[in-house]
C-alpha cells in the first residue's frame, strides 16, 4: 500500500486565517498568556469526551454497514462464481436472485453513507485521522495523482485497479452502474427484462465488488481502532471546525453536477444514492454537535461571540437542511440557483471559521494549517 497521505483536506483558508489573526490582534495588548488561558486549562471547559463518544457511535455504525455490504457482495460473488461468471446466463438463469441483490446493495450503501456524512467534520478534520477521509469519501482516482486514494483493489483472479477512487465512490457507482468500468462486460443490465436498461439497473463485476467490499470493511475497521486511540484536544475540536466548515462551495458544485440537478446530463457519477443535500445536512449537523461540545472553551475568548458563532451555525444548518427538504418534497433546482446558494453558504461558513479562529488565537490553541 502506498503511504497515507498527510490531512490532505485540512488546510485552513487563507483568507479565514488572515482576517481571523487581524482580528485577534486588535485585542488588549497588556492581556497576558495566563489571562487568556492555555490548551491545557482550556481543555478542562471543552467536552472533548462527548466528541470522541459522537465519533464512536458513529465508527461502529460504519463497522455495521460495510460488514452488511461485504456480505451481500460475497453472495453475490458465489453467484457469479457458480455461474463460471458467465453474466449473460447468470442474468437469465437467476434474474430475480440478482435483481434483490442489486436492490439490497443499493439499500446497504444507502444506510452507509449518512454513518460516514455525519463524522466526516471529525474525521476529515482531525490530523490524526484526516487519511481516512481520504480512503473513505474524498479521494481520487489515478487520474489525479495529488489527491488519489493511497491503495489498489485487487481482485480474487489477480486482476489490478490501481488507485480505483474512495469506498465511497467504488461501492455506490458500482450499486447503481454509473461507472462501466466497474461492472461486468458484454451484457446488458435489464434486470426487470423489460427491453430497456434504465437508472439503478447495474450488473457490478462481481471480483472486483466482492474485493471492494472487503478492503471498505477492513479499512472501516481501522478507522474504528484509530479513533479509539484518539485523545481529542481543544486544537483537534476548533481545527475541525475551522477546516471543515468553509467546504460548502466544493459540495454545492458537486450537488450542481449530479443527477439531481442535471439529470441525465450529470457529470458527476457519484452522488446519485441521495443528494448532496443531505450529505452537506449530514456534515454540518456533525459540526455543530462539536461546536456544542467546545462553546464553553471558546466564551473564555468572549461569551457574546461564542453564542453568535453557535447561532451563525445552526443558521448554516438549517439552510442546509431546509433545501435538502424542499428538494425531498418536490423542488427542482437549476444550476444558477445552486451556484448563488452554495455562494451563500460558503460566505456563511467562512465568517465561522474565521470567528473560531480568532477565537483559538485568544485563547493560544493552535490551528493545524494542514
Known amino acids: 500500500m502506498r503511504p497515507l497521505l498527510r490531512f490532505a483536506r485540512a488546510a485552513v483558508p487563507a483568507a479565514v ?14 492581556e497576558t498568556s495566563s ?21 464512536l457511535e458513529h465508527t461502529t455504525r460504519l463497522k455495521d454497514d460495510t460488514a452488511e455490504i461485504r456480505r451481500g457482495a460475497e453472495s453475490y460473488y458465489r453467484l457469479a462464481k457458480a455461474a463460471g461468471f458467465d453474466y449473460e446466463g447468470l442474468l437469465r438463469e437467476n434474474r430475480a436472485e440478482v435483481r434483490a441483490f442489486v436492490k439490497d446493495a443499493q439499500a446497504a ?14 474525521v476529515a478534520g482531525v490530523p490524526q485521522l484526516a487519511d481516512y477521509d481520504v480512503i473513505i469519501d ?38 447503481f452502474g454509473t461507472e462501466p468500468k466497474f461492472q461486468a462486460k458484454g451484457v446488458k443490465p435489464d434486470l426487470d ?69 442535471a439529470g441525465r446530463q450529470a457529470s458527476e457519477k457519484a452522488f446519485v444514492a441521495a443528494s448532496r443535500l443531505e450529505d452537506i445536512a449530514d456534515i454540518l449537523g456533525g459540526l455543530t ?17 461564542a453564542r453568535q458563532t453557535g447561532d451563525s451555525l ?16 418536490g423542488r427542482n433546482y437549476t444550476a444558477e440557483e445552486a451556484d448563488v446558494l452554495g455562494a451563500r453558504a460558503q460566505e456563511q461558513a467562512e465568517a465561522i471559521a474565521g470567528q473560531i479562529t480568532q477565537a483559538a488565537a485568544q485563547l493560544n490553541i493552535e490551528i493545524e494549517e494542514g
Not at 444506510?111 to 460516514?116: R, V
Not at 489477480?158 to 458500482?174: A, D, K, V
Open 17 to 30: 486565517l488572515a482576517l481571523a489573526l487581524l482580528l485577534a490582534a486588535c485585542g488588549d495588548d497588556d
Open 35 to 55: 489571562e487568556r488561558g492555555d490548551s491545557t486549562a482550556a481543555s478542562s471547559s471543552a467536552d472533548l469526551a462527548a466528541i470522541k463518544g459522537y465519533l
Open 109 to 122: 450503501f444507502r444506510a452507509a453513507n449518512p454513518s460516514y456524512e455525519e463524522m466526516e467534520g471529525v
Open 138 to 175: 474524498a479521494g481520487g482516482d489515478s487520474s489525479d495523482p495529488e489527491n488519489a486514494v493511497p491503495f489498489d483493489i485487487k481482485t480474487p483472479d489477480g486482476r489490478s485497479f490501481e488507485q480505483p477512487g474512495n469506498f465511497n465512490y467504488l461501492i455506490e457507482t458500482s450499486a
Open 193 to 261: 427484462d423489460d427491453g430497456k436498461v434504465e437508472f439503478g439497473e447495474s450488473l457490478p463485476d462481481a471480483g472486483f465488488y466482492v474485493a471492494a467490499a472487503r478492503e471498505f470493511e477492513r479499512y472501516a475497521g481501522e478507522l474504528d481502532a484509530a479513533a479509539r486511540e484518539w485523545e481529542p484536544s481543544p486544537s483537534d475540536a476548533l481545527t475541525a471546525l475551522v477546516v471543515m466548515t468553509p467546504t460548502m462551495s466544493e459540495y454545492f458544485e458537486a450537488w450542481k453536477n449530479s443527477r439531481f440537478i
Open 289 to 305: 454537535t462539536v461546536y456544542g461540545n467546545v462553546r464553553p472553551l471558546v466564551a473564555e475568548a468572549d461569551r457574546q461571540q
Open 314 to 329: 445552526d443558521r448554516l444548518y438549517s439552510f442546509a437542511a431546509d433545501l435538502r427538504d424542499r428538494e425531498a418534497s
